[in-house]
């Protein structure tokens, strides 16, 4: 289930907390992977008139906004229960109140919305609430209906249909395992496409970019919020600023010039509580070579241990 918080006694993910770290390289055993996520909360419940975090260094979802989350909902077509398709009005950053979707005020107009992990949804009538959740049954379904076709075609290799307990007791080469993965994807894809990624391009599709603009800090904002709250080692932080700088070269080009860009969209989006003093300085330090002193300590200490049993790369 993961973390959350609540609006009113409802659980939403859209008020995400920052995560950053590192784990060994599945590949080259000297090396390691940066793990930038968010997690959906910190357990906190929201009451009417409560401020919410509407803005952080990584996301802004302005002052009036709606929260739906349609992938909770079960039902049987015929029978629709109004009183489960819940909306979370937010207006002037605090929580106003939850309300069945076909009982929004009218004086409210139904402007951004997004969904329960913080993704805007193309939602612009009060009927568009309730057709996205039958499309996201539908999809999932088609999609279900979808794999089992395309594992069945004749084409498909037999190595493709077998169980994981069957695959086991054949001894499979590296080659034929490799071939089972890339049947399998290429089934889950073709049936995702066909199924889960209409249903994308339904309702994600046509506002990402205003989706793109919320969360354009998204990289830069989580690493520094990352660093304000949680506690991270000194082995760890070399590492974090080294692999940082280079996703930031491959996603988004220029370090510097993707600097800049992230803080002027701080200062567009009235996000004050950003010191980049803090944020170069992290960077001046952790971007030279890591002393031996701090490689000898990792390699004795017990976060080596624990990241080996964890990923399971003994060096």
């Not at 008020?15 to 909360?41: E, W, Y």
């Not at 819940?86 to 919305?113: A, D, T």
């Not at 046509?206 to 991270?232: C, H, M, P």
Request: glycine share 6%; charged share 30%; proline share 2%.
């Amino acid at each position: 289930m993961g973390l959350y918080d609540y609006l009113g006694g409802e659980q939403v993910k859209c008020f995400t907390r920052a995560s950053v770290g590192i784990k060994p390289n599945d590949f080259d055993s000297d090396s390691f992977d940066l793990i930038l996520s968010v997690v959906g909360g910190d357990l906190k419940g929201y009451s009417r008139g409560s401020a919410v975090p509407y803005k952080t260094p990584f996301y802004n979802y302005g002052k009036d906004f709606m929260v739906f989350d349609y992938r909770t909902f079960n039902y049987n077509e015929s029978i629709i229960d109004d009183s489960d398709l819940m909306v979370h009005i937010i207006r002037n950053g605090r929580y106003f109140r939850s309300v069945p979707y076909n009982k929004v005020p009218s004086r409210y107009k139904i402007g951004l919305v997004i969904d329960n992990y913080g993704m805007v949804i193309d939602i612009k009538t009060k009927q568009d609430f309730i057709d996205i959740v039958y499309d996201w049954h539908k999809s999932h379904i088609l999609y279900a209906e979808l794999k089992e076709k395309y594992r069945n075609l004749k084409e498909i290799p037999d190595i493709l249909r077998m169980s994981m307990q069957e695959i086991k007791e054949k001894n499979f080469t590296s080659d034929e395992l490799n071939r089972l993965l890339e049947g399998n994807n290429m089934c889950m894809n073709m049936a995702h496409e066909e199924s889960l990624g209409v249903f994308h391009n339904t309702w994600y599709a046509s506002v990402k970019n205003i989706d793109d603009a919320i969360n354009k800090g998204w990289r830069f904002g989580v690493l520094y919020s990352s660093l304000e709250r949680q506690t991270i080692s000194e082995f760890d932080k070399y590492w974090i600023a080294r692999l940082f700088v280079k996703e930031i070269e491959d996603k988004e080009g220029d370090f510097n010039t993707a600097l800049d860009n992230y803080f002027d969209w701080c200062s567009k989006n009235n996000i004050d509580e950003i010191d980049r003093d803090k944020l170069e300085t992290f960077f001046s330090i952790y971007l030279k070579d890591i002393p031996r002193s701090i490689i000898q300590a990792y390699e004795t200490s017990s976060d080596k241990a624990l990241r080996d049993k964890i990923y399971g790369n003994i060096r």
